[in-house]
């Protein structure tokens, strides 16, 4: 299996809350991020964690992290049309970088 | 805008062609990656140069060569193309091995 598993697709409403699951297999992954992609963009960094930490917050994201079920989210509140995107979760260690497949977000007025 | 710029951003060529895909960064970054990205598929790590020496090669076929002439600059070289390789080949930059990525906007390859 993949080492990093995301769901492909993802639909809401605007301003309703999106919540992107993202599973990995190393349990030695020292930083776990989110990626977001827009058309014809490179990824951008939205937020990163730290193996040992369980939650971070930055305004409308906030990232869970189950160290032990190896389980990783990305809740965006108040979802805007402008968040539509595709969503990649990454995990790393060493000079090793991991992505998932993309969730692609569809937020629907 | 990351500080990552990729040149060019549409690339078509034949599969007997010849070409190079440049990446450039001016961000004093140490580690520069290749990756593929192929529709409904995760990113494919290719190549992990750190400062300047290549780290990583992850069983890429020898029609891909790397080059990392500088810490600010990482090409692709590519030649006798398949047309299974054309997909969106992002570069990007981190400032050790264990930070996160900066990346490019990426070249679309296509080969036909």
């Known amino acids: 299996g993949e080492d990093v598993e995301q769901s492909l697709f993802l639909s809401v409403r605007e301003g309703d809350s999106s919540v992107i699951n993202c599973t990995y297999t190393?349990?030695?992954?020292?930083?776990l991020y989110w990626y977001k992609q827009e058309p014809g963009a490179g990824l951008q960094l939205l937020t990163y964690?730290?193996?040992?930490?369980d939650m971070k917050q930055d305004q409308r994201l906030t990232v869970l992290l189950n160290k032990k079920d190896k389980h990783l989210s990305l809740r965006i509140a108040d979802t805007q049309t402008g968040d539509s995107a595709i969503y990649f979760c990454?995990?790393?260690?060493?000079?090793?970088?991991?992505f998932g497949a993309g969730t692609r977000l569809t937020v629907k007025p | 805008e990351t500080g990552v710029t990729q040149t060019p951003r549409h690339l078509v060529m034949g599969m007997t062609n010849k070409k190079s895909l440049k990446c450039e960064q001016h961000?004093?970054?140490?580690?520069m990656y290749w990756y593929k990205q192929s529709a409904k598929k995760p990113l494919e790590l290719m190549f992990v140069?750190?400062?300047?020496?290549?780290?990583e090669n992850n069983s890429v076929p020898s029609r891909f060569s790397p080059e990392c002439p500088n810490s600010s600059h990482l090409f692709l070289h590519l030649h006798t193309l398949q047309p299974e390789d054309s997909a969106l080949y992002l570069c990007?930059?981190?400032?050790?091995?264990?930070?996160?990525?900066?990346f490019g906007q990426g070249t679309r390859l296509t080969v036909v």
């Open positions: 140069y750190s400062l300047e020496e290549r780290v």
């Open positions: 961000l004093g970054h140490n580690a």
């Open positions: 964690i730290f193996s040992n930490m």
């Open positions: 990007a930059s981190s400032p050790t091995g264990n930070t996160e990525a900066f």
């Open positions: 990454a995990e790393s260690k060493n000079n090793d970088m991991r």
């Open positions: 190393d349990s030695s992954s020292t930083y």
